[in-house]
């Protein structure tokens, strides 16, 4: 736990019952526990979190999660984004002032990379936002629009994210480095409470990208650089690769 008593760090696992693709999504079993379960565990590893909460609208995933022993922050329906879902959330702790949104569908997120998302805020009182990208190894990717990519500043801020090749390479640059973003974030609370009151801005509603919202408004982002390539389940199919995984990795007798 953070020992610094004028910060406190909530982490908020946002836990939706729709999913166009894959209804009941965080409810489902994988290698004997909900989806849901498997991210809240791995947040029970971390240092740098205060208290964690699961944020849903659903009373079926609230009844689970707190069977487990989870904390739940009951949420509305019809909230336009999910950072809207995780600025309620935050209201049910007020003693909060640095937020973590762990994506509900990432059992494999490391614990450690969101103790340094924490840590990147907590250390610089002047920094809005955080993130975390890794270096894209297979540039096939670069033309997946649904691989988000980040370029930085010298100062590791994010100077832009894009769905589209980024950057466009014209020429040769030995020293670039391509970035797919990650999408797990840490704010100041206070700063959230402001980003919610701002309209969609052109870029974001171009993209499809919430953080290009924050650069329009002048607000710094932090990326941390990570080895952890752990994605999202998005599909049933995903789901039972992810199974095949967690029970490859149980000691046989």
């Known amino acids: 736990m953070d020992t610094n008593f004028s910060n406190y760090v909530l982490g908020i696992i946002p836990a939706r019952w729709a999913s166009t693709r894959f209804p009941g999504k965080p409810l489902h079993i994988i290698a004997g526990k909900p989806l849901v379960q498997h991210v809240w565990e791995r947040c029970q590893e971390c240092s740098k979190l205060d208290s964690i909460i699961v944020a849903t609208d659903d009373d079926r995933i609230a009844e689970l999660c707190r069977s487990f022993g989870a904390n739940v922050a009951m949420t509305a329906t019809d909230h336009p984004t999910g950072t809207d879902r995780i600025a309620e959330a935050a209201s049910a ?91 797990i974030y840490a704010y100041r609370k206070d700063f959230l409470l402001q980003f919610i009151q701002w309209e969609p801005s052109p870029l974001e509603l171009a993209e499809s990208l919430e953080q290009l919202r924050a650069l329009e408004n002048n607000a710094r982002i932090r990326v941390i650089i990570t080895d952890d390539t752990s994605g999202g389940v998005d599909t049933l199919e995903q789901a039972k690769q992810l199974e095949k995984f967690l029970q490859s990795q149980i000691p046989q007798p």
Not at 154 to 169: C, E, I, M, V
């Open 93 to 183: 702790v007020p003693q909060a002032t640095h937020l973590i949104n762990i994506q509900g569908d990432e059992p494999l997120i490391c614990p450690a990379l969101i103790d340094e998302l924490a840590s990147s805020l907590l250390a610089d009182d002047a920094l809005e936002m955080s993130t975390a990208a890794s270096a894209i190894e297979d540039k096939a990717l670069m033309n997946d629009p649904n691989v988000v990519k980040c370029v930085l500043k010298k100062n590791g801020d994010a100077l832009y994210f894009s769905r589209s090749p980024l950057p466009f390479q014209r020429s040769a640059s030995p020293a670039l480095t391509c970035y797919r973003h990650k999408g």
